[in-house]
């Protein structure tokens, strides 16, 4: 990605023990995807049409994936595929597992792990979310320049901590075995891979709005005052996933970027916002993410 390729590949060698694989699961994803892959892409809520643009050469269902957490949520297929665009080697998940599903932060950041395991030099993250900025509309693509976690911060960095040590839960978490409560080791996203993300979206001419990704836990839509909290703390949309994936890539010295479609305005007055209007926004918009995201994995 005008960036990624340039960017050293760095701590691949000795991650966080958290997010080490297990064995029995590494060894599946060998069997199923031999060769490295060149990028990896998560295709969130109702998103995952971009795999019939793929020439898809594998398919394997997560269930089929030793302790791979099965997403639950309708418009999630919970499937991983290779597949060739261009001279791209691709890993595809079709769908993802949430926390509010019950799965730890180190399961739902499985897709970051995984991709940095199979020797992804890039990951691409997509998700449906709430547009927090007045200006946006329900269709938009939204580059995500900065993740805000409020207040499970703290708590998505000890579960992380936790599953390594071996710490309970009431511990203070005051030791740091598996390197992931230190500060984070560079900015989640890199100002090349970003400079690139709007590069694929001039070259693809889609309309691509910027702005700081608010993680909720969900699974409930958003109260009025949360909308305006999450205003007010800077962010420009809110949604309930990828903040585990992005978090753990930067542990991973695996370069990220997120793309959020905005499938719904989150207003601060009354409104009911339905997962049905999520997914059929979403589809509307695929298009337009999927022309996107060909320009960004030329880029890779
Ligand atoms: N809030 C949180 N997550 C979402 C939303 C939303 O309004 N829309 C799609 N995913």
Request: aromatic share 4%.
């Amino acid at each position: 990605m005008n960036g990624p390729r340039d960017i050293p590949p760095a701590a691949h060698a000795q991650p966080p023990s958290a997010l080490v694989l297990p064995a029995d699961l590494l060894q599946a994803l060998r069997a199923f995807a031999p060769e490295p892959v060149d990028a990896a892409v998560v295709l969130g809520s109702g998103l995952g049409g971009f795999a019939d643009t793929v020439s898809i050469e594998a398919v394997v269902d997560a269930s089929e994936l030793p302790g791979y957490p099965v997403s639950t949520i309708e418009g999630h297929r919970g499937r991983l595929l290779l597949g060739r665009a261009g001279e791209r080697r691709l890993l595809l998940f079709q769908g993802r597992a949430h926390g509010y599903e019950g799965y730890s932060v180190a399961e739902t950041a499985l897709p970051a792990r995984i991709a940095a395991a199979l020797g992804a030099r890039a990951l691409l993250l997509t998700n449906a979310a709430g547009g927090l900025d007045p200006s946006f509309e329900a269709g938009d693509l939204m580059l995500v320049t900065d993740v805000l976690v409020l207040t499970a911060a703290q708590r998505m960095g000890l579960d992380l901590q936790r599953m390594g040590s071996g710490l309970q839960r009431g511990d203070t978490g005051s030791q740091d075995a598996t390197g992931l409560a230190s500060p984070l080791p560079r900015p989640l996203f890199d100002e090349a891979q970003l400079a690139a993300a709007r590069a694929a979206a001039r070259e693809s001419t889609v309309r691509l709005r910027e702005g700081v990704y608010g993680y909720c836990s969900g699974p409930t839509y958003e109260t009025r005052a949360e909308i305006a909290y999450y205003r007010l703390a800077g962010a420009q949309a809110v949604g309930m996933s990828t903040a585990p994936e992005v978090l753990a890539a930067v542990r991973l010295g695996l370069p990220s970027l997120a793309i959020s479609c905005i499938t719904n305005i989150s207003r601060t007055v009354r409104q009911v916002v339905s997962h049905e209007e999520v997914t059929t926004v979403a589809a509307q918009a695929s298009e337009r993410l999927e022309r996107l995201l060909h320009a960004l994995i030329r880029r890779v």
